[in-house]
Each structure stands twice: as structure tokens, then as C-alpha cells.
């Protein structure tokens, strides 16, 4: 079965630098989320999207923005990039299921790093 | 606001032992529980899920049941393997009017480790 794909999977940026990542949703799935994790830390959620409009916001600086695209891809661009900003950066995909539970499938990650 | 507490790792079993890792939560709404896994270099892989009080979530092997009364869903697996040596996070979405597209909220993680 396809999965989420996220590009590119590794990232490497100097500081003050700007960085696009992509996320492909598995397809039919509607909604996407972006999560970030910190080394040894958990996945914190970013921004989500649900029929291209943002559904829901998280920690996400203000340096970073995002969207969702007609196809239901989604990029999320970082930019004056910090140190704190390395992170494996996740994308997960639901189905919209009114009244029920949407699982999330995460893709495999992009791991950014600041140099 | 929601919470997800989680046992503290490490974890380190011999193969064949029993495991258990502890997961309770703090919520406001309608609660859906899950378990993910982690493996090393990799994303992370939906294990199990329960959406209401006592269901049960099993996947290979492990399972978790929903406790409304204890707001808990602890991880358990009869007889570990090698091959089970991972992250496992304990994480929660709250559906407020019960509709999707909710936020995962996750605990921070148990790294548990089989040794043949």
C-alpha cells in the first residue's frame, strides 16, 4: 500500500538559510499534519491542514509557514533557520471520517540539520 | 489542557520476558488512545488503537485496553522479541465535538530494548 512520502529525507542548512520540506499524503487522505522532533524528544505538533485550509496550529514559530496544495500535498518552509530548528521533521495523513477516530500515518521524516 | 504521561525508560527485558509499559492520560473531550513505534533511523508506525472505553487495541502481538476509570492504556505484550527493540510512544487525539482531523498529543517515549 502507498505511504506518506516526504522529501527530501535529509537536509543540511546554514544558519539564517530557508528550507522547503514536502510531504505526499497517502492518496484519498485529505488531511495533513506536521510534526516536530527533537532529539530524544517526542513529536510535537506543528500545523495541520484539512481540504487545503488550515485546521489546527501548534508550536510553530513564525519563521515557518505552510500550506496544502490543490493535489493535497503539502510543503512546509522554514525560514532564518536557528540551531534549535534540527529536528526529523514528520508528516502524517488521515481521511476525514465524520463521527469516527482519523488515524495518522506518518511518512518516514526529514531530518534537518543546522549548521 | 491534554496530557500523556508515559513509564520512563529505558527498558531493558531478556527475550521471552513479559512487558508492560505504563501510559495514563489527561484529557477534556472524547479521548482516542494510541500506540506508536519507533524503530531506530525510522518514522513512526500506528501499533494499536482504541477509540472508546474498553476496546482493545492488538497488533502483533501487544495489546492495550482502554480505562476510562483509571485513564490509562498500558502497553502489554506476553513475550517479547529482538526484533521488538524500539521507541514506543503512547499518544492521544481529542476530538472536542467528537469529529477528526485532531492533533496527536504524545508522551515522550519508552526505549525498549530485548537482549537475546
Known amino acids: 500500500a502507498a505511504g506518506v512520502i516526504q522529501s527530501p529525507r535529509h537536509l543540511i542548512k546554514e544558519k539564517r538559510e530557508t528550507a522547503t520540506l514536502k510531504c505526499y499524503p497517502i492518496p484519498r487522505h485529505d488531511t495533513v499534519y506536521w510534526y516536530q522532533q527533537g532529539p530524544g524528544q517526542d513529536p510535537q505538533f506543528l500545523i495541520s491542514?484539512?481540504?487545503?485550509?488550515?485546521?489546527d496550529k501548534g508550536s510553530i514559530p513564525d519563521r515557518f509557514s505552510a500550506q496544502q496544495f490543490s493535489d493535497y500535498h503539502s510543503e512546509l518552509n522554514m525560514s532564518s533557520l536557528e540551531l534549535g530548528d534540527s529536528a526529523l521533521y514528520f508528516c502524517?495523513?488521515?481521511?476525514?471520517?465524520?463521527?469516527?477516530?482519523?488515524?495518522?500515518?506518518f511518512g518516514p521524516g526529514t531530518r534537518l540539520t543546522v549548521l | 489542557g491534554n496530557s500523556v504521561t508515559q513509564m520512563e525508560g529505558p527498558v531493558t527485558l531478556s527475550e521471552e520476558a513479559f512487558l508492560t509499559i505504563n501510559c495514563t492520560y489527561t484529557a477534556t473531550g472524547y479521548p482516542s488512545l494510541f500506540w506508536y513505534v519507533q524503530y531506530p533511523g525510522e518514522g513512526l508506525q500506528l501499533l494499536l488503537k482504541a477509540t472508546k472505553a474498553d476496546d482493545k487495541g492488538s497488533n502483533k502481538g501487544f495489546e492495550a485496553t482502554y480505562r476510562k476509570e483509571t485513564t490509562s492504556f498500558h502497553l502489554e505484550k506476553g513475550s517479547v522479541q529482538v526484533s521488538d527493540s524500539a521507541v514506543y510512544f503512547c499518544a492521544l487525539t481529542d476530538a472536542i465535538s467528537n469529529f477528526g482531523n485532531e492533533k496527536l498529543t504524545f508522551g515522550t517515549g519508552t526505549r525498549l530494548t530485548i537482549i537475546p
Open positions: 491542514f484539512y481540504e487545503k485550509m488550515q485546521s
Open positions: 502524517a495523513s488521515s481521511l476525514f471520517d465524520p463521527g469516527d477516530t482519523d488515524t495518522q500515518y
